[in-house]
């Protein structure tokens, strides 16, 4: 009991004296599977809903963690011990641990700096023929003092075919590519940067960032907000005050693609094209009512046209009521675009994550019975996850999405739920439906084999048009019909060599029919595919 005690208060005294320096950890981390796991053990509390998460913060549920050390199996406390190699980073003076391998490390007590290159290859064949994928660049981040943290990450990337185009349906980041000569396909290149800058107290931050972000539970592409996009710039503004209670608020600057002909004119006898600017404002309020119980609300507004708005940059807002005094309540062709969200995570029974979230366009609640004239546009996930149950060292995934009609559209192009061309929300996008089934063991450190299951299932798009003076968005029916089917089986094998050094297998069947413009030629009709990479890096 004595030895419990002391070691609570060494915990206590090691978290108390982190400091509040914010360096997000890239959400493909493999950090964030086995903090999902430790929640799942009931070891730590995690509010899952908002990534990515901060790597003080990771450094910090690692401690808590190690509290409950004894009660950890074999693979997991040689996880933890993995995992303490990067984020003793942020816990311990340099040299005082045994460190990951870094290009570069240095730490006093006012700068702290780690830099690493980025290298990965990727090869991909079937019965259509072959794709590879190539990237390199390089990593830094750090601190100043006790308060600012920075980042940058530049990848360059070469693809010999574009599996992730606009149009494709795929979980696969999408990308701003170069098509080569004009091409409308084929070998191509492209760049991501991603960065950012934060000033951070004990209860907040505020940050200038272009990365990405996700929000809303999910194992398989979030409803709410996705990675699916190519990374945009946002502020990034967070408080915690109370243990019960925590804001989370964006500020970003999306991509239109859309030309602006106000602004176009000509200079040496070019065109000079413009964009149209748009913009989007969101926050997301999450409550605990109880241990191992996260409830999220939040609104969002898509606008543009005329540049920021400074009422957009409160927190605080009802954005959807903002619009109605600014662009009148009339019509839709006056105001913006506004959505509201939830999401509930619950952890409360170990080994078991239940969460379900709700993103709505539109919902007419007076008509919502009523087939006819429902607009019940909304995107609707629900899902489970359990962890070392009844097998030690497994984990079974389960999640169904159901998208309505016309839902993450809007009438106006400049206000869709998107940013070059990309669906914010689930990758599926409108009228559609999809069933994932996952299950995996965990056989060493680091060394994660596992088997997945999908059925997606896409209805046809409904075109916009106006009726008698009012739009037909009412009435929509669900899947009347399937414009497009996936129905895919994979297994994978990982294996995190050394710390974000990765070696990956895959082999999957994979049927896809319908509409072709929804999956790349690669992987048209029935396929088996296998696919093989080695990564290091983010």
Same mark, same amino acid.
């Given at each position: 009991?004595?030895?419990?005690?002391?070691?609570?208060?060494?915990?206590?005294?090691?978290?108390?004296?982190?400091?509040?320096?914010?360096?997000?950890?890239?959400?493909?981390?493999?950090?964030?599977?086995?903090?999902?796991?430790?929640?799942?053990?009931?070891?730590?509390?995690?509010?899952?809903?908002?990534?990515?998460?901060?790597?003080?913060?990771?450094?910090?549920?690692?401690?808590?963690?190690?509290?409950?050390?004894?009660?950890?199996?074999?693979?997991?406390?040689?996880?933890?011990?993995?995992?303490?190699?990067?984020?003793?980073?942020?816990?311990? @003076?340099?040299?005082?641990?045994?460190?990951?391998? %870094? /290009? $570069?490390?240095? !730490?006093?007590? =006012?700068? &702290?700096?780690?830099?690493?290159?980025?290298?990965?290859?990727?090869?991909?064949?079937?019965?259509?023929?072959?794709?590879?994928?190539?990237?390199?660049?390089?990593?830094?981040?750090?601190?100043?003092?006790?308060?600012?943290?920075?980042? @940058?990450?530049?990848?360059?990337?070469?693809?010999? %075919? /574009? $599996?992730?185009? !606009?149009?494709? =349906?795929? &979980?696969?980041?999408?990308?701003?590519?170069?098509?080569?000569?004009?091409?409308?396909?084929?070998?191509?290149?492209?760049?991501?940067?991603?960065?950012?800058?934060?000033?951070?107290?004990?209860?907040?931050?505020?940050?200038?960032?272009?990365?990405?972000?996700?929000?809303?539970?999910?194992?398989?592409?979030?409803?709410?907000?996705?990675?699916?996009?190519?990374?945009?710039?946002?502020?990034?503004?967070?408080?915690?005050?109370?243990?019960?209670?925590?804001?989370?608020?964006?500020?970003?600057?999306?991509?239109?693609?859309?030309?602006?002909?106000?602004?176009?004119?000509?200079?040496?006898?070019?065109?000079?094209?413009?964009?149209?600017?748009?913009?989007?404002?969101?926050?997301?309020?999450?409550?605990?009512?109880?241990?191992?119980?996260?409830?999220?609300?939040?609104?969002?507004?898509?606008?543009?046209?005329?540049?920021?708005?400074?009422?957009?940059?409160?927190?605080?807002?009802?954005?959807?009521?903002?619009?109605?005094?600014?662009?009148?309540?009339?019509?839709?062709?006056?105001?913006?675009?506004?959505?509201?969200?939830?999401?509930?995570?619950?952890?409360?029974?170990?080994?078991?994550?239940?969460?379900?979230?709700?993103?709505?366009?539109?919902?007419?609640?007076?008509?919502?019975?009523?087939?006819?004239?429902?607009?019940?546009?909304?995107?609707?996930?629900?899902?489970?996850?359990?962890?070392?149950?009844?097998?030690?060292?497994?984990?079974?995934?389960?999640?169904?999405?159901?998208?309505?009609?016309?839902?993450?559209?809007?009438?106006?192009?400049?206000?869709?739920?998107?940013?070059?061309?990309?669906?914010?929300?689930?990758?599926?996008?409108?009228?559609?439906?999809?069933?994932?089934?996952?299950?995996?063991?965990?056989?060493?450190?680091?060394?994660?084999?596992?088997?997945?299951?999908?059925?997606?299932?896409?209805?046809?798009?409904?075109?916009?048009?106006?009726?008698?003076?009012?739009?037909?968005?009412?009435?929509?029916?669900?899947?009347?019909?399937?414009?497009?089917?996936?129905?895919?089986?994979?297994?994978?094998?990982?294996?995190?060599?050394?710390?974000?050094?990765?070696?990956?297998?895959?082999?999957?069947?994979?049927?896809?029919?319908?509409?072709?413009?929804?999956?790349?030629?690669?992987?048209?009709?029935?396929?088996?595919?296998?696919?093989?990479?080695?990564?290091?890096?983010?």
């Amino acid at each position: 009991m004595v030895k419990k005690v002391f070691s609570v208060l060494i915990l206590l005294t090691i978290v108390l004296s982190l400091k509040s320096q914010v360096v997000l950890q890239p959400i493909t981390s493999s950090v964030y599977g086995f903090l999902d796991e430790m929640a799942q053990m009931k070891y730590i509390e995690l509010n899952s809903a908002i990534k990515p998460y901060s790597r003080t913060f990771i450094a910090k549920k690692l401690l808590e963690i190690e509290k409950n050390q004894s009660e950890l199996n074999k693979r997991q406390g040689k996880e933890l011990a993995f995992y303490f190699k990067d984020f003793n980073k942020e816990l311990k @003076a340099k040299g005082d641990f045994e460190k990951r391998k %870094d /290009i $570069l490390f240095y !730490k006093d007590s =006012l700068f &702290t700096l780690t830099a690493n290159l980025i290298l990965g290859y990727e090869y991909r064949t079937n019965e259509t023929g072959s794709y590879s994928h190539y990237w390199n660049g390089a990593e830094m981040y750090g601190y100043i003092g006790n308060h600012f943290g920075f980042s @940058a990450s530049l990848r360059d990337n070469g693809v010999s %075919d /574009i $599996l992730s185009g !606009k149009n494709h =349906l795929t &979980t696969d980041q999408g990308a701003n590519f170069k098509l080569n000569q004009g091409q409308t396909g084929g070998r191509s290149d492209y760049s991501e940067m991603i960065g950012a800058i934060y000033y951070s107290w004990k209860w907040g931050r505020l940050g200038f960032v272009k990365d990405n972000y996700t929000w809303g539970d999910s194992y398989h592409g979030s409803n709410i907000r996705s990675n699916k996009v190519p990374s945009v710039g946002y502020i990034d503004f967070s408080i915690k005050p109370v243990e019960w209670f925590e804001l989370n608020y964006t500020h970003s600057w999306l991509v239109s693609e859309i030309l602006d002909s106000s602004r176009t004119y000509l200079i040496n006898n070019e065109e000079r094209k413009l964009f149209m600017n748009k913009n989007l404002a969101a926050n997301i309020f999450t409550f605990k009512p109880f241990k191992n119980l996260h409830f999220s609300v939040g609104n969002s507004i898509i606008y543009s046209d005329d540049g920021i708005k400074p009422y957009y940059l409160i927190p605080f807002m009802f954005y959807k009521s903002v619009d109605h005094t600014y662009n009148s309540a009339g019509s839709n062709a006056l105001g913006q675009n506004t959505q509201m969200f939830m999401n509930i995570s619950s952890r409360q029974l170990k080994h078991l994550h239940l969460y379900a979230s709700l993103f709505v366009d539109e919902v007419s609640i007076g008509k919502v019975f009523d087939v006819q004239q429902s607009s019940n546009i909304y995107s609707a996930k629900i899902g489970a996850k359990v962890n070392n149950l009844p097998v030690k060292n497994t984990y079974l995934i389960a999640e169904y999405t159901r998208n309505n009609p016309w839902v993450y559209r809007h009438q106006i192009e400049s206000t869709t739920y998107e940013s070059n061309q990309y669906v914010l929300g689930h990758y599926l996008g409108e009228n559609a439906q999809e069933i994932y089934l996952e299950a995996g063991v965990k056989l060493l450190r680091g060394l994660n084999v596992s088997v997945a299951y999908t059925s997606a299932l896409k209805g046809p798009e409904h075109e916009y048009d106006v009726v008698f003076g009012n739009a037909n968005i009412k009435g929509l029916p669900f899947m009347e019909s399937v414009a497009w089917e996936n129905r895919t089986i994979e297994g994978s094998i990982k294996y995190e060599v050394i710390n974000d050094g990765y070696l990956y297998l895959k082999g999957s069947l994979t049927n896809y029919t319908g509409d072709s413009s929804y999956t790349p030629s690669f992987y048209q009709g029935e396929q088996i595919t296998i696919t093989g990479g080695i990564n290091f890096g983010f």
